[in-house]
């Protein structure tokens, strides 16, 4: 029985944490979820720290730019 009271007294404290999280974002004037990414943050911005996936997107980019398929030529085999 005192499992079931933790519990319940926990599921409760979530919900009212999602609420103030949900009120917060929907009462507040351009509310929005904190952007957590890396590559958002101004400080590392300015440093020039990216994450990975961001430095995987540009190196590919890179890569396209660099092979030029319309130049390649079928080989006669």
Known sequence: MEVLKVIT????LI???MLG???QI???KGGRF???HIGANKHMKAR???CVQT???MEQAKARKEMRFKEL???KV
Request: charged fraction near 30%.
């Open 34 to 36: 904190p952007e957590t």
């Open 15 to 17: 919900c009212f944490v």
């Open 21 to 23: 999280l949900a009120a």
């Open 9 to 12: 007294l926990a599921v409760i």
């Open 48 to 50: 020039g720290i990216t």
């Open 73 to 75: 030529k079928k080989e």
């Open 55 to 57: 430095f995987d997107k």
């Open 26 to 28: 929907l009462l507040k």
